[in-house]
Every structure is written in C-alpha cells, then in structure tokens.
C-alpha cells in the first residue's frame, strides 16, 4: 500500500509540479489552502504533510495549529516548504512542530530522501523507538 501525502499550497502549478515529482511513489492528496487541508487530512489520515508557509487566508502556521487539534494527527510529520529562506521563518517552522523544511524551487531528489527519512522517523516514533 502507497504512503499517502497532504500537499498543501495556494499555488496551483507548484501543486501540479509536486504531483508529477511524486507520481507513482505516493498516493497524494493536494489542498490549495489551511481549511481544505484540514478537511482532507481528518479524512485520508496521511503519512506525512507538506505545507507551504506563506498562504492568504490561514498561513502554514495556522494550519499547523488547526493539525495539532486533530486527534488522527498524531505524529504525523509536516515538512514546511517555502520561497522564502531567513532564518526566522525556518526557526518558527520548527517552533510551531515542523519535522522538516524545504525551501522553494524544489528538488526532485532531495524531496524524496527527506520524505522518505521522515516518514520512517515518524514510524519509529509512532512505535516509541528513539
């Protein structure tokens, strides 16, 4: 069974681009803002979230606090993505829980490795396993 993904961003083509980087290796679920996101991710349950920072609306730190109010979250890990790239906004990232973060424009194996070591993270977590 295929690992599923939340890809939330406002952009629709960086959803596209993040959709074709991933075909065929995850199954993925894109949100194009926090709201949606939140109604997606209590129904699919995912393996891991990827969230842009910088959305109108609900930003990715306000819908990192919406996941943390959601009993399936768990330890779910959330990789923060972003074009912007100071040291604040990485710092309050993981401030706010984030497992990981990426900066924009994305690399195809990069991704990857940090999905994948992410995800087996989590699992160990998840079994309570340092």
Known sequence: ????????????????QIC?????QYEFFP??????ALKIG???KPDLIL?????PEMDGFET???FKKEAWFG??????????QDEATKAKA???????????????????KRIELNMRDSGDAARGQP
């Open 94 to 112: 993981f401030e706010s829980g984030a497992a990981d973060f990426i900066t924009k424009p994305l690399e195809k194996e990069m991704l990857l």
């Open 75 to 84: 330890h779910t890990p959330v990789i923060f993505i972003s074009g912007n």
């Open 20 to 24: 074709v980087l991933l075909e065929g």
């Open 1 to 16: 069974m295929m690992k599923k993904l939340l890809v939330v961003d406002d952009n629709v083509s960086f959803l596209r």
């Open 42 to 44: 209590a129904q699919e």
């Open 31 to 36: 949100a194009k803002s926090g709201a949606m």
């Open 64 to 66: 990192m606090a919406g």
């Open 51 to 55: 969230l842009d920072v910088e959305m």
